[in-house]
C-alpha cells in the first residue's frame, strides 16, 4: 500500500510541474518537461528487468496461478524477484505509463507468502530451525494463496475481495482451514494499510495515524447515492455485452502483440545486447506516444463551458461549493484554459471559468481520471466526443502496454476503459431522455454508467464474478448498485466465454504453461466431446520407465542421466506397482549416500540439498565408482502413490488429477502392472484432443448415426 502511495505520488508531481508548464502557454515546454521524466522512468523501469530479473516482468498473476495449479515456474519466488518488481512497478505508474500497480501487488503479496513464511534465504543467510515443518508443498501453497489474498487486500482495501479472489480465481484447491487463514490474512494486511494510509498522503506525514478516513481506505468513494429503479438493469444487461465483447477484444489483440513480439525478438537473437536493447526500446516507443498524445491531442480540444443547474437560473457555470444537486467537480483539468474566478451567488461560492474534459479524463493519472468518471450529478462535466476519442487512443495503448518488459498490472486500465465506454453511454443516454431530478429517473447518471461499465469490462477480460463484485462495493462503498454490477459481470462473462478465455488463462497458454481447468472441455469438428465416453487408457503415455524397490547406484543413475521425467513409479520384482518417488528424491539419495554403512538420508539433508547443481557430473562419476551398490528406496518412495485402472473414466481422472494437485498420475492393469502414466500436459485440452481424435473418427465410421 505504502508502495502504490509513492507510485501516485510520483506521478502527481510529475504532472503538477507539467501543468505549470502548460499553463503559462509553454506547450512545447511541458511536452519536453513530460515526455523526458517519464522516458527516464520507464527506462529504468525496463532495464532492471531486462538486465537483472525477466521473471520480474508483467503483473506476475500467471505465474501465480499456475503455481497454485500445480505447475512449478522457475525463480518466480526469489528475493531478486521480489525486489526488482516493486521498483519496476513504482517506476512505470509514477512515468504515466497506461498501467497499474495492482496486478504486482497481488503478486508480491503471494511472492511474500510464499517465501518469507519458509525463514530460509540463501542471499540473507537466513535458516530459522523453528520454521522447518512449513517447509512442504502444502503450506507453502497455502501460504502464497493467502499472500495473494492479502495482496488484493491491500491494493483495493478490500479485505473480503481479497478472500473471494483468491478463492475463485488463484487458488486450485480450497478448504475450509486455507478459507479462514486467507481471511485472517487479508484482515490484517487491510489493517496494516488503513494504519499507514491513515498517517500518509504520499509522501506527506499528516499526523492523523490511527483516524481512518474514507477517503483514505475508499480509493474510488462515491460521494452521492442516488435511487434505483427496476429500469437500471436495462443498461446494465446492454453494458454487460459491450463489456465482455470489448474485453474479449482486449485478450484478442493482446494476444496477437504478444505473439508478434515473439517473432520480433527470435529474430534479433543473434547478440544478447542488442535483444535486450529491443526489449527496452519498446516501453519508450509506448511512453513517448503516450506522452505526445496527452499533450497535442488536449491542445486541440476547445475548451468547455460546463452547465449545471441552480435554482433555476442560468446554466453558465463551472462547479459550486453549496448544495446544489447538478455540478461539475472543482478538480477539473485547466490546461490552457482561462483560469478559474470565484463569484458569490446568495452567498454560495461558484467558479465562472472553462477547462479541457478531454485532459480531465486523458491527462490526468488514471486514479483521477476514474475517479471523475465515477462521479455522480455531474452530467454535462465530460461531454461523449472526448470520451469516445479517449476510448479509442487508451484502449489500444494499454493493450500494447500489457506484455512490455515492465512490471505492471491491468487494474486501472481496465477500470478507465470501462468507466470512459460506461459514460459515453451514459451521456447518450442523457442527451437522448435529458437530465432528471426526480427519484425516479435518478438512476440515469452517467456516474453510475461508468461504473456499471468498470465492472462490465474488468468481468469481460478478467472473467471474475462474485470477487469482482465485492471488491468494486468495498472500493467505492456504493452498496445501492450492487444488483447492476452483478447482472453486468454475469453478463459480461457469458458474452466474453463465447468469444476468448479469460486474460489470463490465455497468457498462460501463449506462454506454454499447463493450466487445468476446474471442468475439461474438448472438441471434435467443433462439437464438445464428453470425457466421460473415454478411458483413462486412452490419454496415458506409454511405456513408463520404471525403478525397483533395490536397483543398483548404476542403474538409477543411467536412468536419471537418459531421461528427463520428474518422476517414475517404483515396482516389485514381479513389476507391480507399490509406490512412487521423485527425480529429486533419486537424486538427493545418490549424491548423498556416498558411504555404505550410512543407512539413510536425513529428512534435514532433503531440505537443504539441492541436486540441480552438478548433477550431471556426479552421476557420471557414480556410474564408474558406486555402480554395483544397490540402494533400497522402500525408506523414500511415496508408498501410497495415486493410481487408476485402465479401464477408470477419464472425465475422473481429470477431476482427480486436479483436485489432488497432482504431478503424476499412474495408471495400472487388472493384475497392478503398471501400463502408463498420466501426467498434466497429457490431460491438457489440445492433447487431449490429439490423443482422442482418432477415437472418435473411428467410432463414427463403424457407427454413422452415433
Known sequence: SSGINAEYGISENMHDLVMRQIEIGDIMGGWVLLTGTSILLVLLSAAIVVVWCPEAGGSGLPELIAYLNGTNVRRIFSLKTYVV?????????????????????????GLIGASVSQFKSKVLKIDIALFKRLRNSEDRRNFLTAGAGAGVSAAFGAPVGGLLFAMEEVSSFWSDKLGWQTFFCCMVAAFTADLF???FDKFEYTGNFGLFQKDNYIIFHVENYIPLNLLVFLPAILLGGIGGVLGALFTFLNLK???????????????RYFLGFVKIIEPILIMTLVCSLKVLVSDLFPCHTPQCYFNGSSPECLGHGGDDKFHTELTVEIFTCKFRDTVFINGTEHFNGTYNPFAT?????????????????????????????????????????????????????????????????????????????????????????????????????????????????????????LLPIMVTIMVAKWSGDLLTHSFYHALLEVRCIPFLDSEPFITHNKQPVSLELFKAGDAMSSPVVCVKKDETVAELAQKLLDYGHSGFPVVNNNNQLIGSITRRIVAVVLECNFDENKKAVSYDEFLQHDPSY???????????????????????????????????????????FRTLGLRHLIVTDDSNTVVGMLSRKDLMGHALEDRLGPIVTDILQRHPTA
Open 614 to 656: 552438478r548433477q550431471k557430473m556426479i552421476l557420471e562419476k557414480l556410474l564408474t565408482e558406486e555402480g554395483d551398490r544397490k540402494v533400497d528406496l522402500e525408506l523414500y518412495m511415496n508408498q501410497s502413490a495415486v493410481s487408476v485402472p485402465a479401464s477408470f473414466s477419464l472425465h475422473r481422472t481429470y477431476v482427480l
Open 85 to 109: 518488481k516493486f521498483i519496476s512497478c513504482l517506476l512505470a505508474v509514477g512515468s504515466g505509463m497506461p498501467v497499474g500497480p495492482e496486478g504486482p501487488m497481488i503478486a508480491l503479496g
Open 257 to 271: 502483440i504478444v505473439r508478434l513480439r515473439r517473432a520480433i525478438q527470435a529474430k534479433c537473437t543473434s547478440s
Open 361 to 481: 479524463v486523458f491527462f490526468a493519472s488514471g486514479e483521477e481520471a476514474i475517479h471523475h468518471l465515477f462521479s455522480r450529478q455531474t452530467h454535462n462535466e465530460l461531454p461523449p466526443l472526448p470520451l469516445a476519442i479517449a476510448l479509442l487512443l487508451y484502449f489500444p495503448l494499454a493493450c500494447w502496454t500489457a506484455g512490455t518488459s515492465i512490471a505492471s498490472g491491468l487494474v486501472v486500465p481496465m477500470l478507465l476503459i470501462g468507466g470512459l465506454f460506461g459514460r459515453l453511454v451514459g451521456c447518450l443516454a442523457v442527451l437522448i431522455f435529458g437530465v432528471h431530478t426526480t427519484p425516479f429517473w435518478a438512476w440515469l447518471d452517467p456516474g453510475a454508467f461508468a461504473l456499471i461499465g468498470a465492472a462490465s469490462f474488468f468481468g469481460g477480460v478478467s472473467r471474475l464474478t462474485m470477487s469482482l463484485a465485492v471488491i468494486l462495493m468495498e472500493m467505492t462503498n456504493d452498496i445501492q448498485f
Open 197 to 199: 494510509n491513515s498517517a
